[in-house]
């Protein structure tokens, strides 16, 4: 009896896991996406960039869906209030789950963002998607953001700013680099979400990421969500590399 309570648990354990990584299709024509998403067991989550989304168009996200999956589109709309409403009112009607703004867009283009994509959501008669703001990318490094932007703001303070403004414009979540996950979660409770990318396992390939950490470590942090790419996506047992990172967390 106990040992079947043991693996009721850890069943469980490992579904909440699955839930909380989102696998990057970076990288990949439709057909293949549509292929490995099928291919990896217990995969829950699928994020769609930009690079997926121009060549495969709305239909990859309706496809992924129609096989059961939980879909982040990540395109990280900016541009002027009324062009990210739209943006979002349509993403939030093709079912998608998560969808990115950025939040240097302004407090006025994220209120009309999320409001929009309220709209979208009922009007398709679906639950009302998060969106998550984008604070600054992991691919920047301190100096060079300073250098470049012209600014003498950091990016710990750059990040924080950039959350609040979304957090008082009613956006259900931001998207950070781990190192920022501690004091954004300390500043915001849950539910409001902190998804990250940047994260590597020990031992993967830190890539064009530049503020990185690992799975477990991002978690106990406070991130809400974990967006893994290439450590699953290139590895030559997807499954096994996803259920790797799963344990990961439940350790």
Known sequence: MRSVRRRC???SSSAESAERI????DGMAPDQALAFSARVQGLRWVKVGLELYVQAGPEVVMQLRDKGLRVFLDLKFHDIPATMAGACRRAAALGAELITVHACAGSEALQAAQAAAVQGAQSAGLATPTLLAVTVLTSWEEQRLQRELATEQGIADRVSQLAQMAAKAGVGGCVCSPLEVAFLRAQHSKPFALVTPGIRPHGSAVGDQVRVMTPSDAIAAGASQLV????ITQSEDP????AQCCAGLTT
């Open 9 to 11: 648990v850890a069943s």
């Open 239 to 242: 499954t096994g590399a996803f």
């Open 22 to 25: 989102i696998v990057a299709l």
């Open 228 to 231: 893994i790419g290439r450590p």
